[in-house]
């Protein structure tokens, strides 16, 4: 396995954003190209995003979540953006541009440009459903100086994401979004990051899972998430599991700083979700 450190690069400056104390570092984990690893078999590639209420990147949901893929076979990257109180849209400019670096390297790193898969979870999910309604804004592309085309995630995998803002948002996560906005900004903003409002006929195809008794982000929000997908006739798996409550990570035992932590019913979902990339 090749794993290796890479800075993204953006242009804070140029965004309006202030850049000191912005960093994104995506870490790599991936295949060697070898004639006993069969040769070059351009591979699927998940950029992953932990969660942590746009306060910190869990590493619960980090670098085991990408053995996981990589152990099937899946080329994973972990995107490390920058939090707590940084000015809207630095983290989606961080994430759209992790999608355009694993593109752009895609012959390098034999991976298949068609097959670049976004996977948040809980505040991370929010950030790979950003990618998956953003990626054709203006906005974005200039941000990043480049055609949009090349930011399009060809698959999202959400895990108990924060979605939506209001009465059954996760207001800690929508808070820190939003740092140091205020009035009619802060109002536009509050549309443009209430993303079942914003999934259109270019949203990419989707997975979903979620708990039922998820008692910090509501189980609506993939319930909303999921009506805009099928009113735009976007194509999507979801498995809503009766409990096991919220940040279970991989649900198992390597995952788990609790005991709620560890759901054997709920694990299945990344073996789903593999499942479901290879079907792409």
Known sequence: MISEKIIIDVDYKKNGLEADG??????????????????????????????????????????????????????????????????????LLEACAAVKYVRDNAEKFDIDPEKIIVCGFSAGGHLAASVSCHWDKDFVAKGLDCDNEVLKPNGCILCYPVITTGELSHQ??????????????????????????????????????????????????????????????????????????????????????????????AQQWADLAIEWIFRL
């Open 22 to 91: 912005l960093k994104a570092e995506l870490t790599s984990y991936l295949y060697e190209i070898s004639e006993e690893n069969g040769g070059r078999k351009k591979r699927p590639a998940v950029i992953i995003f932990p969660g942590g209420g746009y306060d910190y990147c869990s590493e619960r949901e980090a670098e085991p979540v990408a053995l996981k893929f990589i152990g099937a076979g899946i080329d994973a990257f972990v995107l490390r953006y920058s939090c707590y109180h940084k000015k809207f849209p630095t983290n």
């Open 172 to 265: 800690g996560s929508i808070d820190n979004l939003l740092f140091g906005t205020e009035g009619e900004e802060k109002e536009r903003l509050y549309d443009l990051v209430t993303l079942d409002k914003q999934v259109s006929e270019n949203t990419p195809k989707t997975f979903l899972w979620h708990c039922a008794d998820d008692d910090c982000v509501p189980v609506e929000n993939s319930l909303l998430y999921m009506a805009g997908l099928s009113k735009n006739k976007i194509p999507f798996e979801s498995h809503i599991f009766e409990w096991g409550g919220h940040g279970l990570a991989l649900c198992n035992f390597n995952t788990a700083n609790c005991q709620w932590h560890y759901q054997p019913v």
